[in-house]
């Protein structure tokens, strides 16, 4: 997929970008002729999709309309439709005789079937779409068509700045539960001397309970299992991964871009992590304490895919 250019007049960094959000521009030929309406409609997807409503006088734009939607977005599913305004008098009055030969034939099969009389007024058959319609002038297509791309830049301009509002909401609320993260991640370390204690105590009465009076435990024997029981319990490696995934996740909102396939990537890395210290410990409030971790990486995870 071709990487998507710079935001043309863009100031500072990128923000950070949803994929949900519309824009929409109206442009008009000198004197009022002809007016081109563009409207794109964008939510979530995974890759980028497009989906382009023209009118068939403009059918062989959307190479061109397509790239002026890649030029600016990277991800997500746009609905592109394109609507023209003529005044009275525009074009010449062209009669489809095929079309019309088409619909007369099954107008007879459809009376015969139903043994009905066929139709013998040509206000029936003139009625009927795309059998009286508008020639355009070469010239007059050619000149909308540059009012089509026209208004299409400015539409996807104006679905970018949107999408950039949405995105600076997107951060907001992604900052704050990194931030509570961070201080449940500080919860969990503070926790920890007091879960190897527990452990530590809770081991050697049940040594007491095993052995009683007998002396056939070495004091030596119960250091190396407390040692093995605190290597057991140790969080460390996990919460400075989490730490670090955090900053990584602070980087990339701050970067902005496109950047929400990193983003889904880093959340489940976080998830990893806490799921690990949720094994590790058997402590109640350690415990609680992952249920909150859990319950801010599952936001951010909901938040992150509507991240462009």
Request: hydrophobic share 40%; aromatic share 2%.
């Amino acid at each position: 997929m071709t990487p998507p250019a710079k935001r043309g007049g863009a100031r500072g960094p990128a923000a950070l970008l949803s994929m949900t959000g519309f824009g929409g521009a109206t442009v008009e030929t000198r004197g009022g002729g002809s007016s081109v309406r563009v409207e794109i409609r964008s939510v979530n997807h995974r890759y980028l999709q497009t989906k382009l409503r023209v009118p068939p006088e403009f059918a062989a734009l959307e190479p061109q309309l397509e790239e002026v939607l890649r030029r600016k977005v990277a991800r997500g599913a746009l609905n592109v439709t394109v609507g023209v305004t003529r005044a009275a008098g525009s074009g010449e009055p062209a009669l489809n005789v095929e079309v019309a030969k088409r619909y007369h034939g099954l107008l007879r099969r459809l009376a015969r079937d139903l043994r009905m009389e066929p139709p013998s007024s040509l206000d029936t058959l003139l009625g009927l779409p795309g059998v009286v319609g508008t020639e355009l002038a070469p010239e007059q297509v050619e000149r909308e068509a540059r009012l089509v791309l026209r208004a299409a830049r400015e539409a996807v301009d104006a679905l970018v700045e949107m999408r950039a509002d949405e995105g600076r909401a997107l951060a907001a609320d992604l900052r704050k539960h990194v931030e509570a993260i961070r201080k449940l991640m500080a919860r969990v370390e503070k926790r920890m001397p007091t879960v190897v204690r527990n452990h530590h105590k809770a081991l050697l009465q049940r040594v007491q309970e095993l052995v009683g009076d007998a002396q056939t435990v070495q004091p030596t024997d119960v250091v190396r299992e407390v040692a093995i029981l605190a290597e057991r319990l140790d969080v460390n490696e996990e919460l400075a991964r989490l730490a670090s995934h955090l900053d990584q996740l602070d980087r990339l909102i701050a970067g902005g871009g496109a950047v929400g396939r990193r983003l889904d990537f880093l959340v489940q890395e976080l998830l990893r992590e806490a799921n690990t210290i949720g094994s590790k410990c058997n402590d109640a409030p350690i415990a609680q304490t992952v249920v909150e971790l859990k319950t801010h990486i599952d936001r951010i995870k909901e938040q992150v895919a509507n991240v462009e």
